[in-house]
């Protein structure tokens, strides 16, 4: 399933100031891709994860070696608030602010992430069509994330924020067992 990472009132702070100055320049999207990308280079490297949350380095430090790796290839507004959270000790949340602003831009441009299991990898044609009824049933822009699990037997698994709907054949061979049992004579 997409991972859903929680975000600190601080990070969603962050986030959130960033997305109104970005907005005002009319550069949001495009922020939002530098820092998903920023997010990824924190996931594939973790230890520089663990360098820019570590207490006994120092923010002079972080905020040195964040300039040398990072500010030279995003945007100057992007650039200056790193530097801001430098300067408040706060890069540590950066993953956080990340997802945080990717969570506000995606509401803020009717997008809503779905999560779709089934048993077999569906058509592109047939994702399509289910992005599309998903996208109308919840008047949102869906954005559906595919995921294979066999054992389901067919139907699917639709989960969005944490609203799951289960429409797999699994759950209602599970569901008419149970009822069957419970019906039975004893």
Known sequence: M??????????????????????DRKIAEPIGQELASIAEILTDNPTFLTFLR????????RIRVVDKVLKSSVNPLLAN?????????????????AQAYSDLLDELLGKIEVDVTVSQKLSAAELDQVRQKVST??????????????SIIGG?????????????????????KRQFLASRPR
């Open 54 to 61: 570590n207490p006994a380095i120092g923010s002079e430090e």
């Open 137 to 150: 049933a919840l008047k949102k822009d869906a954005v559906v994330h595919q995921y294979i699990d066999e």
């Open 2 to 23: 997409a991972t859903q990472t929680h975000s600190s009132p601080t990070a969603v702070t962050y986030a959130r100031s960033l997305l109104e100055l970005a907005q």
């Open 81 to 97: 608030f790193l530097g801001v959270m430098g300067m408040h000790n706060r890069l540590g949340i950066l993953d956080q602010v």
């Open 156 to 176: 699917m698994i639709l989960r969005v924020g944490d609203q799951l709907i289960d429409a797999s054949v699994k759950t209602q061979l599970e569901t008419m």
